[in-house]
């Protein structure tokens, strides 16, 4: 499952990035709001399309929620087992932290369903994932984590993806349909709910938003769509 690696690379690539350049609050809002289309694109050009296709929408609901409400179980964790001054720093690795482990069942249910919409699905995930990557291990740096620990945990970041989308792949690879897209559609609500919790607050706290931030976002819709396209044809 090479493409499980996708993810964790983009979030490694943000992070070493984050590592090499002073951080500008400004680029980073821009390249959240990128990453934040992206998501957007993945679970409405991707996921949902398909999932109608198998299953009713009152799944594609439920299936929606049970994702969502699993990232909120396990922010209402860490927010009890950490101290508060550390909260806001480990609450951005658990979103991406999360958000790599929905990628990783995203891309394993998709490659279940579909060898080519893994391939799509993990290319949409390494493209917003590596601002991400650099938001995450910037904090910890702003923070005066000690630079070896920053790099163990950007190299930490290949571990939930690729252990959700080896499990996500081996159970439902041989499943009836309804089933894979049901488990895909739980991936996308993960994935979009922690995304979006970290995503757009970051890119809201580290600069005002202004007519780029839209254009970002604007942009990373549109270019995940064309890059779908492409795949398609």
Same mark, same amino acid.
């Given at each position: 499952?090479?493409?499980?690696?996708?993810p964790?690379l983009?979030?490694?690539v943000?992070?070493?990035?984050a590592?090499?350049v002073p951080?500008?609050?400004?680029? @980073?809002?821009?390249?959240l709001?990128?990453?934040a289309?992206?998501?957007?694109?993945i679970?409405?050009?991707?996921?949902?399309?398909?999932a109608?296709?198998?299953?009713?929408a009152?799944t594609i609901?439920?299936a929606?929620?049970?994702?969502g409400?699993?990232y @909120?179980g396990a922010q209402?964790?860490i927010?009890r087992?950490?101290?508060s001054?550390?909260?806001?720093m480990?609450?951005?690795? @658990?979103?991406?932290?999360?958000?790599?482990?929905g990628?990783?069942?995203l891309?394993?249910a998709?490659?279940?369903?579909?060898?080519?919409?893994?391939?799509t699905?993990?290319?949409?995930q390494?493209?917003?994932n590596?601002?991400?990557?650099?938001?995450?291990i910037?904090?910890?740096?702003?923070n005066?984590v000690p630079?070896?620990?920053?790099?163990?945990?950007t190299a930490a970041?290949?571990?939930?993806s690729?252990?959700?989308?080896?499990?996500?792949?081996?159970?439902?690879?041989?499943?009836?349909?309804?089933?894979?897209?049901t488990?895909?559609?739980?991936?996308?609500?993960?994935?979009?709910?922690?995304?979006f919790?970290?995503?757009?607050?970051e890119?809201?706290?580290?600069a005002?938003?202004?007519r780029?931030?839209?254009l970002?976002?604007?942009?990373?819709?549109?270019l995940f769509?064309?890059?779908?396209?492409a795949?398609?044809?």
């Amino acid at each position: 499952m090479l493409l499980a690696l996708l993810p964790g690379l983009g979030v490694a690539v943000g992070g070493l990035i984050a590592e090499t350049v002073p951080r500008s609050q400004r680029w @980073l809002n821009w390249a959240l709001h990128g990453a934040a289309g992206i998501v957007i694109a993945i679970a409405a050009i991707e996921v949902f399309p398909d999932a109608l296709d198998a299953v009713s929408a009152w799944t594609i609901g439920i299936a929606f929620a049970a994702g969502g409400l699993a990232y @909120l179980g396990a922010q209402v964790l860490i927010e009890r087992r950490t101290a508060s001054g550390d909260t806001r720093m480990w609450m951005i690795f @658990l979103a991406v932290a999360t958000d790599l482990f929905g990628d990783g069942l995203l891309i394993g249910a998709g490659t279940a369903v579909s060898p080519t919409l893994g391939v799509t699905l993990a290319i949409g995930q390494i493209m917003a994932n590596v601002p991400e990557g650099f938001a995450s291990i910037a904090t910890f740096r702003g923070n005066d984590v000690p630079r070896s620990t920053r790099l163990w945990l950007t190299a930490a970041f290949v571990v939930p993806s690729l252990a959700a989308a080896l499990a996500g792949f081996l159970i439902l690879r041989n499943q009836p349909e309804s089933w894979q897209y049901t488990a895909l559609v739980a991936a996308a609500g993960l994935y979009t709910v922690a995304a979006f919790e970290d995503i757009i607050t970051e890119a809201h706290e580290a600069a005002a938003d202004g007519r780029r931030s839209t254009l970002a976002l604007i942009g990373g819709f549109v270019l995940f769509v064309f890059i779908s396209a492409a795949l398609g044809d």
